[in-house]
């Protein structure tokens, strides 16, 4: 059985020829992502970067563990508690350190810092500063600058330059950070300083000083979306070509039928044509997988220079990962593809009858077979379930894309698995009409005459544009959703917002003295709860100062109600015990809102006017009032836009690299499989010329028929789309409430067309490969 597998891929070699390079494309493609994977995932953190001149750093315990009947639970803190003061008296030859946030009034935004001079590196000029001074590599010896703190708007005195940073006196910086961060020792064992610190803090050396980076959560995040985009990218890939596959052996099969008589004619049996089919997969999958396995890691330094370029990958990343796990993970996945593709086609070759030898043409005696209508339809019944189950019991997770990805997923499937009845019902709405002219008329007769081969055309197109449609409409469907949700708790007619920190008290005090309005600050926060006794749980919160001391609202999944106490640790690991005052409805932007403490700058001022302000005046007002502050005033439609075009282009990125793998593997099935079709029409070729035909014309029914059929995967794709996107918006429905679908025409249109010309130009291709004979 071997040897007659080799046989017939050396004589059919053209119609293995799509599979072949889809297998190699998607083996490449694997090992290519598989090598970046490993590499974001184990290449070093970056080298410490603010504590790389001191050996040895005290830092205060950055996690909460609570004790649970399993055992110890903890958590990230997100704000660090400061060092015990036991600690700093502990270490009087220290250096401390304190993180201040503050910023150039005049200069350009950033979330700038300034530290004590104890911590400044050498100086370029002048001197070190006193009181109402400072050193500074922004301003000249002697300049008056303003600086922004968390107290407000101050000018200092510029006494001395450096190579970089803003720096206060260490009494200046005590007063306005009394909280102390760290402690540097410059001279001194880390053992000498573990014994004296104990348990109380953190004792840091070598590459774990850069735990206290500024960058870290930035650089932890880099990962993340790196290893994120590549893994979805690479379940679509093994999906599609699973699907590409399983097309192509299946169209495959039934242009043998004939072939596959003869064997069972001449004794074969059943088993050993399926076994036919497994060894030709296996034999195509092997060279291909082999060859894309090996050509996959050259990829890789492209790959993750595109992912770095755009922020998708650690930027301090360079040098690719040696590992080999990825091409043979690669070769095995490329080889599984293969014969997972051939099961269908393996199983309908088996179920050729020995009297089909005879016969001169094949028929089809049925659209199709009873076991795929069972898979397509149970397909089908899964995604709904699924729709079903989310929109009833977990509406919130719509809002994340990468949750609903397989539902589309099993939308295209159940597609593709029942396109030759559907295609059957618009043949058979077709076939009633009779459209104008004689080429209409031939393309639409031969487009209803094989449901199966014109199935096996439209679905790379239905893949192309489902996929592209539902996954582009719904990302623009939950960002506005999330935007939505972003927008409740904001009933303000303006904003005012940092371009750093936080609001300064100066200014929260500024924008409370302005007329006719009234102000709500809020901060984003986090707090801990313990659910169940099993599990400490982080979630976001916000401090707002209309919520009143003592008093906390809750989302409905905390399992409280009104007048219930919630026990909680606050974003520094304090424990808390605050009287529930409302559960919040469904789809909250937040889980929890706070009384607003003393210490947290506001990160957000919303204004609301009473009645009979001049919205003009107040514009002015809050503009005078955030003059110099390095704070913005903007009106909620102002700040909603910006949000939304932000979020949009971010979203986009990810997207866009799936959609590109999947439009390369659907173009190369849709092309192979025009290409298998093209001989087996050549004798309807023949006898359109021996009546008469010419060659143009011929031509131009192939392009009238391929279009016919691209315009069929497209209504398939299109059906996907409603399907998904309908399911999506009702879920979203509880949730954020009637969102807007936005379709992007633009994108779907230039990709429609772009599948319709690679269609008609393949099908041209195979067409013109023999000329039709005339009398």
Do not use: C
Not at 44 to 68: G, I, K, S
Not at 309 to 319: C, D, F, K, L, S
Not at 336 to 345: C, D, I, M, Y
Not at 740 to 765: H, K, R
């Amino acid at each position: 059985m071997i040897g007659i597998a080799l046989a017939g891929l050396r004589l059919r070699w053209r119609s293995f020829v799509g599979t072949f390079l889809a297998l190699a494309f998607g083996s490449a493609l694997i090992a290519a992502m598989g090598q970046v994977l490993a590499t974001t995932a184990t290449a070093p953190d970056r080298a410490p970067q603010r504590y790389a001149a001191y050996p040895v750093v005290v830092a205060p315990h950055d996690t909460l563990t609570v004790p649970t009947w399993r055992g110890g639970e903890s958590q990230p803190l997100a704000v660090s508690p400061g060092l015990p003061a036991d600690v700093v008296a502990a270490l009087p030859a220290g250096r401390v350190d304190r993180i201040i946030p503050a910023q150039f009034a005049d200069g350009p935004p950033g979330a700038g810092i300034a530290r004590p001079w104890a911590l400044a590196p050498a100086l370029l000029s002048g001197r070190a500063p006193a009181a109402d001074e400072v050193a500074t590599s922004g301003a000249p010896v002697g300049a008056r600058i303003r600086v922004v703190t968390g107290d407000g708007i101050r000018s200092y005195t510029v006494s001395g330059t450096v190579k970089e940073g803003l720096f206060f006196s260490d009494a200046t910086a005590a007063q306005l950070r009394p909280q102390v961060d760290a402690i540097v020792i410059v001279d001194g064992a880390a053992e000498r300083v573990r014994a004296a610190v104990g348990d109380r803090a953190r004792v840091l050396t070598g590459d774990d000083r850069g735990r206290l980076d500024p960058g870290r959560v930035a650089d932890a995040r880099a990962r993340n979306n790196a290893n994120t985009i590549v893994g979805i990218a690479l379940g679509f890939a093994a999906f599609v070509a699973i699907f590409v596959v399983a097309s192509t052996f299946a169209f495959a099969v039934g242009q043998r039928r004939q072939e596959f008589a003869l064997l069972r004619a001449g004794g074969a049996l059943p088993g050993q044509v399926r076994r036919l089919v497994y060894w030709e997969a296996l034999a195509v999958a092997l060279v291909a997988a082999a060859i894309g396995a090996l050509a996959g890691p050259a990829l890789a330094p492209a790959l993750l220079d595109l992912l770095r370029e755009r922020g998708m990958a650690p930027g301090w990343v360079h040098t690719i990962s040696p590992a080999r796990w990825p091409m043979w993970t690669a070769f095995g996945t490329g080889v599984t593809v293969a014969l997972l593709g051939a099961v269908t086609a393996a199983w309908r070759a088996g179920r050729v009858r020995p009297g089909e030898a005879l016969r001169e043409t094949v028929v089809e005696s049925r659209t199709m077979p009873p076991a795929r209508w069972v898979a397509g339809v149970l397909t089908l019944g899964t995604a709904l379930v699924t729709m079903a189950v989310t929109a009833i019991g977990d509406p919130a997770s719509a809002t994340n894309r990468k949750s609903y990805m397989p539902v589309v997923m099993l939308l295209i499937v159940a597609a593709g698995l029942l396109a030759p009845a559907l295609v059957a019902v618009v043949a058979r709405r077709l076939g009633g009409a009779t459209p104008r002219g004689t080429g209409l008329l031939l393309a639409v007769r031969n487009v209803t005459a094989s449901a199966r081969r014109t199935a096996a055309v439209a679905a790379p197109v239905l893949v192309t544009v489902g996929l592209a449609a539902s996954l582009l409409i719904a990302s623009d469907l939950t960002d506005e959703a999330k935007n939505v949700l972003r927008a409740r708790p904001a009933h303000a007619d303006f904003l005012v917002l940092p371009d750093g920190h936080g609001l300064d008290r100066e200014l929260v005090a500024g924008l409370r003295g302005v007329p006719g309005v009234d102000v709500t600050f809020s901060a984003e926060t986090t707090v801990y709860t313990l659910e169940g006794d099993t599990a400490l749980v982080r979630r976001d919160a916000a401090e707002a100062d209309d919520v009143p001391a003592g008093g906390i609202k809750v989302a409905a999944d905390w399992g409280l109600r009104a007048g219930d106490t919630a026990r909680l640790w606050l974003a520094d690991g304090s424990e808390a015990r605050l009287r529930v005052l409302e559960v919040l409805p469904p789809g909250s932007a937040v889980d929890a809102y706070l009384p607003a403490s003393a210490g947290t700058l506001p990160s957000v001022a919303y204004v609301r006017l009473r009645p009979g302000t001049d919205p003009a005046a107040t514009t002015a007002a809050l503009r005078a009032a955030a003059d110099g502050h390095r704070a913005r005033a903007v009106t909620r439609e102002a700040w909603l836009a910006a949000a939304r075009q932000g979020q949009g282009s971010a979203s986009r990125l990810g997207l866009l690299v799936v959609l590109g793998i999947v439009l390369a593997y659907t173009t190369l099935a849709m092309v192979n499989t025009l290409l298998m079709a093209a001989p087996d029409r050549a004798g309807e070729r023949r006898s359109l010329g021996l009546l008469g035909a010419s060659r143009r014309q011929v031509l131009a029914w192939t392009a009238v028929e391929t279009l016919a059929t691209v315009a069929l995967g497209v209504l398939l794709g299109v059906v996907v789309a409603v399907v998904a996107v309908a399911g999506l918006w009702t879920t979203l429905l509880g949730v954020a409430g009637a969102v807007t679908v936005s379709v992007p025409w633009a994108t779907l249109g230039a990709l429609t067309g772009g599948t319709a010309l690679i269609a008609v130009a393949a099908a041209l291709v195979g067409a013109a490969g023999r000329k039709p004979r005339s009398s």
